[in-house]
């Protein structure tokens, strides 16, 4: 599955092509990348990785921490969020995409505050895989509202 993605570091288009492997690595790529926005990845951080790939995905705990390693591994080696926005963007209907919306906003509160580099980088990501800036205040507010904060 990673070198599927790498493969797209080197442009080759076709590599991700609706498998649900690579989708669940994108994602849980974009969920490390929004643990690292304010270069301090807590375990609350990882455990709610590992809590919303297992929810989203329906997968066992192993299976969400050898994606959870995979996603590291991936993201360690790239630059860039636009292989995994694109992936997500090309693969996901927008409905799927505003859950990863709320997913992000999960990891963003996740240590009890949202610095301004995770809500920028989550806005990016808004932008990047065609998320309307209503409906990422709307995914907010419901992970505020699950969450119990009040502001």
Request: proline content about 1%; hydrophobic content about 40%.
């Amino acid at each position: 599955m990673i070198a599927k993605l790498k493969a797209i570091f080197a442009g080759d288009e076709t590599s991700l092509q609706n498998s649900p492997d690579d989708k669940q690595t994108a994602t849980a790529a974009l969920l490390i990348e929004a643990a690292l926005a304010d270069e301090d990845f807590s375990d609350s951080e990882e455990n709610a990785i590992s809590r919303l790939l297992k929810r989203h995905f329906s997968l066992s705990g192993d299976e969400a921490e050898a994606l959870i390693d995979e996603a590291r591994e991936l993201h360690k080696n790239s630059d860039q969020i636009l292989y995994f926005t694109r992936a997500i963007k090309e693969n996901f209907p927008v409905d799927d995409r505003i859950q990863i919306i709320e997913m992000l906003w999960e990891i963003a509160y996740a240590d009890g505050t949202v610095s301004d580099y995770e809500a920028n980088l989550i806005r990016r990501i808004c932008g990047l895989i065609y998320v309307d800036d209503r409906e990422s205040g709307l995914a907010k507010k419901r992970v505020m509202q699950t969450l119990g904060i009040t502001s």
